[in-house]
C-alpha cells in the first residue's frame, strides 16, 4: 500500500519560483532515498535530483545544478523540490520515486531501475 502523491505543480512564469512537494505513506519513509524524474509528451523519464535517506546527500543532475534544490522533512514523510528561475524548458510532468537500500548494493541516485515506488506526477508548466 506504498503511495506518493506530488503536489505543488501548475501554470507559472518564465523567471518566478515553485516548490514542489511529495508525500509518502505506507512505507517506512526514514528508511528510503527519494529521488525527482521529469518527462514530456514523446520524450524520455529524465532525473532531475536525489536525497539520501538521512538527508546527508544530494545529486543533481547537471543542468539543473544551481536553480534546483531537494530537501526532505522526515517527521513529515515529504520532500520537497525547490525550482527557482524557472524555464521555459523546464515543462513537464515531475514524478517523484522512493529508493529502498539493498544490502551490498550501491546508489548512483540517477537509474530509475533503483527506485521501487514512483507517483503519478504532478504537471509544471512555464509560460512564454
Known amino acids: 500500500q506504498a503511495l506518493l502523491v506530488e503536489s505543488g505543480g501548475g501554470l507559472v512564469q518564465a523567471g518566478d519560483s515553485l516548490r514542489l512537494s511529495c508525500t509518502a505513506s505506507?512505507?517506512?519513509?526514514?528508511?528510503?532515498?527519494m529521488g525527482w524524474f521529469r518527462q514530456v509528451p514523446g520524450k524520455e523519464r529524465v532525473f532531475v535530483a536525489a536525497?539520501?535517506?538521512?538527508?546527508?546527500?544530494?545529486k543533481y543532475e547537471d543542468s539543473v545544478k544551481g536553480r534546483f534544490t531537494i530537501s526532505r522533512d522526515n517527521s513529515k514523510n515529504a520532500i520537497y523540490l525547490q525550482i527557482n528561475s524557472l524555464k521555459l524548458e523546464d515543462t513537464a510532468v515531475y514524478i517523484c520515486?522512493?529508493?529502498?537500500?539493498?544490502?551490498?548494493?550501491?546508489?548512483?541516485?540517477?537509474?530509475?531501475?533503483?527506485?521501487?515506488?514512483w507517483g503519478r506526477g504532478t504537471q509544471v508548466t512555464i509560460r512564454e
Open positions: 520515486a522512493a529508493r529502498r537500500g539493498v544490502a551490498g548494493s550501491t546508489f548512483t541516485y540517477t537509474r530509475e531501475y533503483e527506485y521501487q515506488y
Open positions: 505506507g512505507l517506512p519513509f526514514a528508511a528510503f532515498a
Open positions: 536525497i539520501s535517506a538521512s538527508g546527508t546527500a544530494t
